[in-house]
């Protein structure tokens, strides 16, 4: 069984500041890992995943996850933060193959400081 | 495409009544899904479904029926609305690893 765990239900940045939102995950074998973004009243959207090769993962709109196994995580990262950036993020595990069944993290609420 | 439609956007439904949340999708995805979201708990899968006629439970299945009869729907039922029903439902199609997620809907039982 995996699971996923999400540090800080919220996170607030100032615009222009770096964005650090953090994820780890336990998982019986190598892991899919994604990080899925949710706008408000909004469907969730991809901005990245990995699934092997390069640890360094990067998404949409300058987000980046570097997958680290020896920590478990694959925290997610923006050098710059923009007003645009506001929302709820997610992180989510799944057992490799197809990665069809995903576990989510409770989410992180990002809130830009103007 | 239209990718994933989910119908109606928003219900109130008053216990022990039943309804059906309607997903459709249109990208010949063989592998679709069902959540539910509630806060602080992220999203937790109810039931799926690897083609047409296979369905399985999730992690959360008591209280819904699914069916799936064709590629392109995938219907969630509940038979007996209960309050800690009130949720906000994701229907979702998966294809090389990344899942489609729909709209959603907002559903509340009084």
């Known amino acids: 069984a995996q699971s996923v765990t999400q540090l800080g239900s919220h996170v607030s940045v100032s615009e222009g500041a770096l964005v650090l939102l953090r994820c780890n995950y336990s998982s019986s074998v190598p892991p899919y890992l994604f990080w899925y973004v949710q706008y408000p009243n909004q469907g969730l959207q991809l901005l990245l995943k990995?699934?092997?090769?390069?640890?360094l993962v990067k998404g949409i709109n300058g987000f980046e996850a570097e997958f680290k196994k020896s920590e478990t995580s694959f925290h997610l990262t923006k050098p710059s933060a923009h007003m645009s950036d506001a929302a709820e993020y997610f992180c989510?595990?799944?057992?490799?193959?197809?990665?069809?069944?995903?576990?989510f993290g409770s989410g992180t609420q990002l809130t830009v400081l103007p | 495409n239209a990718g994933v439609t989910q119908t109606p956007k928003f219900q109130v439904l008053k216990t022990g009544q039943s309804m059906t949340l309607q997903c459709a999708q249109d990208m010949n995805h063989e592998y679709m899904s069902w959540y539910r979201q509630d806060p602080g708990m992220g999203l937790r899968l109810i039931h799926y479904s690897v083609g047409a006629g296979i369905t399985d439970q999730g992690e959360v299945p008591n209280g819904y029926n699914v069916s799936r009869s064709t590629t392109e729907d995938f219907p969630l039922r509940l038979l007996s609305a209960a309050p800690s029903q009130t949720s906000v439902y994701f229907c979702a199609s998966s294809y090389l690893g990344v899942q489609y997620f729909g709209p959603g809907t907002r559903l509340t039982v009084t």
């Open positions: 990995y699934t092997t090769g390069a640890t």
């Open positions: 989510a595990v799944a057992l490799g193959g197809s990665a069809r069944q995903l576990t």
